[in-house]
């Protein structure tokens, strides 16, 4: 084998365990960030206080309606993605972006 043969196998070599290296290191920190959460339940919080203010006073049933049936729709989507949504009311403190905002209206 000549000099270029070897230097070439010597560079994949090691370019291979370093990757190799690399990706076992960053397995191994990753681990257990990564059982905790697995730990924790993620939540949303519904404030259908807010949901009411947001109505205009001038909304007819039909559009009072329809505004309750789509936030009534995200939070089902929330709870199929898996994640708990609650009602305001059972909170006694959260950070504001827990909670879900209303689309433009």
Known sequence: MDVKSQWLSGVLIAASLGTVGGWFAAHQQLQQPIARLNLVTPVFILDRA????????????????KIVDDWQGQAKKLSDAGYL?????????????????????
């Open 50 to 65: 807010k949901l009411i203010q947001a109505i205009p006073p001038n909304a007819t049933q039909e559009q009072m309606a």
């Open 85 to 105: 949504v609650i009602d305001s009311t059972a909170v006694v403190a959260a950070p504001s972006d827990l909670y879900i905002q209303a689309q433009g209206r």
